[in-house]
């Protein structure tokens, strides 16, 4: 590497020089930590295990604490930390659950010195008190925190965080008995080292594992945290309640995040995975890193800055075996290339275009901007701040407009509303879904649900015959009668029917005459009159011979019997015979049924020598409905439109009404990414109720958690107070039951409602109907309880 310029710092009697400059390690580093006087580094993983000095000019290796020829596990380090107060003091966490210190000032090659295996499973984080030289502090992937005393052989109190992983500790730099906590269910917990039993503060921080925190060392009372989620967040922990007043977003999880000395608002970070660079952020400006320094090519796992009151030297190491020191005024500033220009779209659709005044072309037409526009309150022109490292630029801000009416969102609001996703047979919810679509006028939505209902529906439940419309009974064939188009609509729910006279025995291939044949009896009249039944004939062009079809094999059958039509009975078909007549005998009952109207043009007849017949059964000759995987590759296509257009709302309501018809043809990160967009949308719309539904329905894993993310129960008896286990309902210290309800006295499993003034309750239904008619406490202690 070529030489870079030199910087020298003073700090006090001490005097901090050198360069840009790295070396190779012998393994990947998973941690590393300075020593007080910034002299020397110590280098820690899973094989590598080494202490280097920091010279002008290069490393040098000073110490190898890996020593035996099989050494064991506890060598093995997840995270190194030296000590500030004691420059022969080291302390590392294994991957095998112990916490190992070592004493450098020992006389022989093993420097180990104690050895504390109460974790269970590894532990992720060591922590040295600032001031207490014999305090140490560890946090486990079993959940729990152990503080250690270094003159006893045990540790002196155990955190339990009630959670999952505990993924970093830190103490307080300023606060002496405050350490904070980071968990992988997202949560931040302030400890106490007084009070082991309980923690003080508990809060949201991350949507995912929060990876690492780390205290200002000025201000006492921010906390900078950073998690998978992307994103580093500053809370000041000074009020009542965790406030967040700063978030930068990053291209990837971040894994480290360190302060940077003497510059109150910038730290450093690193990523845990496909980001190799390392960034420094000013959170003021939360958008573009205020340097990056780029030199590894694999993962950074431990930053550190050379010394607390140094700004301009950074340490680092990485899993491409390489320790590099980084010196700031080599890194690269990526504001320096970014275009000064901004864009933003605005909540009612509108476009806002920042950009130089010099890069605008002048444009007559075009009206300079007002800052008082009623529907942009927000937008003000910020004075220029000497204090900030920002270039400033001068700027022009253009205004697009859309008008207000033409993108209302009412639309997806009442959908959203409207639309029912589950409870109910899969050809209802489509036939809803289109009136919902069709109502709020969006015929292509309404259609697209019509069209899945076709394709999907089960064939057996598109024709649902009556109790009566039964194929096998002996001889009935259903006719395909002749309407015109105006009767059409009415006339579906009646059928035209051929029966054979009833009690009379034929045997195969015996035919039909036109003497005892006619088109309805009047059993079946009364029987089929008025039904509501869908018709059983299927409107198709099935021409068949009648010899033939009645030379089917139908002997035996009994009425419960369906009739299946075999596939050998059926020859090519037949010239269509125009110009048919019938018998005038026909003619009469035909026109006397009330299934068939009487101003018929043409009549169907059926002779078996004389002529052929056009007829339709309720059974085809083959099935018309194809099978559901056909359409498959085009409704997938139908949703990649929908959510290309932006309308997730729809690709999410087929996909969730759909299932499994349709799930495994779309992989999951695009089923992930509908449901999550929609989500966001549900959520910005404050439709709570819609986007719970919508969580509950999924079935990608990483939505259907989002409704547990964050969410702890915690179960008090409400005798002694104490925490309950989850065994059962009875207390195990005071053996009495958690919550009985006052008026029935069972415990209430269920749904429980209390009095705020007297802490009396109970099922939420008796204590409903217990003050509808008495306003005093079901419990007798003279309260007058009230239900809102």
Known sequence: MEKMSRVTTALGSNAISGRTMFCHLDAPANAISVCRDATQVVVAGRNIFKIYALEEEQFVEKLNLRVGRKPSLNFSCADVMWHQMEENLLATAATNGAVVTWNLGKPSRNKQDQLFTEHKRTVNKVCFHPTEVYMLLSGSQDGFMKCFDLRKKESVSTFSGQSESVRDVQFSMKDYFTFAASFENGNVQLWDIRRPDRYERMFTAHTGPVFCCDWHPDDRGWLATGGRDKMVKVWDMTTNRAKEIYCVQTIASVARVKWRPERKFHLAT??????????????????????????????????????????????????????????????????????????????????????????????????????GDRRYPMFFFKKPDPTEQFAHVSSALS????????????????????????????????????????????????????????????????????????????????????????????????????????????????????????????????????????????????????????????????????????????????????????????????????????????????????????????????????????????????????????????????????????????????????????????????????????????????????????????????????????????????????????????VVKGLFVWCQGCSHGGHLEHMMNWLKSSAHCPAGCGHLCEYT
Request: with cysteine; net charge negative.
């Open 270 to 371: 690193c990523s845990m995975m496909v980001d190799h660079n390392i960034y420094v952020w000013d959170i003021r400006r939360p958008f573009i890193p205020f340097a990056t320094f780029e030199e590894h090519k694999d993962v950074t796992t431990g930053i550190v800055w050379r010394h607390q009151h140094d700004p301009h030297f950074l340490l680092s190491g990485s899993k491409d075996s390489t320790l590099y020191q980084h010196m700031f005024k080599d890194a690269t500033r990526p504001v320096d290339k970014a275009n000064p220009e901004g864009l933003c779209f605005g909540l009612l659709g509108d476009l806002a275009f920042a950009a130089k005044e010099s890069l605008i072309t002048s444009d007559a037409n075009r009206k300079p901007y007002p800052g």
């Open 399 to 746: 205004v697009f407009e859309t008008d207000l009416d033409s993108h209302r969102m009412d639309w997806f609001v009442k959908t959203a509303q409207l639309y029912l996703l589950s409870g109910k047979p899969f050809a209802e919810l489509c036939d809803h879904n289109a009136k919902v679509a069709q109502e709020l006028k969006r015929p292509q939505v309404s259609t697209t649900w019509t069209m899945l209902r076709i394709m999907f529906s089960d064939p057996a439940n598109l024709a649902t015959p009556g109790p009566n419309h039964n194929l096998g009974k002996l001889g009935t064939l259903p006719l395909m009668n002749s309407f015109s188009l105006k009767e059409l609509g009415s006339g579906m729910g009646a059928e035209s029917r051929l029966e054979r006279s009833k009690g009379e025995s034929r045997q195969d291939n015996i035919h039909l005459e036109p003497g005892n044949s006619y088109i309805s009896n009047n059993e079946e009249n009364e029987e089929t009159e008025g039904s509501e039944g869908h018709p059983e004939y299927m409107f198709g062009d099935a021409e068949l011979d009648d010899d033939d079809l009645y030379s089917m094999e139908h002997d035996n059958q009994t009425e419960e019997q369906e009739y299946t039509l075999p596939q050998e009975a059926f020859q090519l078909r037949h010239e269509i015979v125009d110009n048919l007549s019938a018998p005038e005998h026909l003619q009469q009952d035909k026109a006397d049924s009330p299934h068939v109207s009487g101003n018929e043009a043409e009549v169907t007849c059926l002779t078996p020598i004389e002529s052929f017949s056009l007829i339709s059964i309720s059974q085809p000759l083959f099935s018309p409905h194809l099978p559901a995987s056909f359409f498959c590759p085009i409704v997938r296509e139908m949703l990649s439109y929908y959510a290309e257009q932006g309308d997730v709302q729809m690709a999410v309501s087929v996909l969730i009404v759909l299932g499994d018809r349709i799930r495994k043809e779309i992989d999951d990160l695009t089923q992930e990414h509908w449901y999550m967009s929609y989500i966001d949308l549900l959520q910005r719309f404050e439709l709570w109720n819609v986007s719970n539904e919508v969580i509950k329905l999924s079935t990608c894993s990483a939505i259907t958690c989002l409704n547990q993310t964050s969410t702890t129960l915690h179960i008090n008896c409400s005798n002694c107070k104490r925490p309950m286990s989850n065994k059962g309902w009875i207390c195990d210290r005071c053996h009495q039951c958690a919550s009985v309800c006052a008026v029935c006295h069972h």
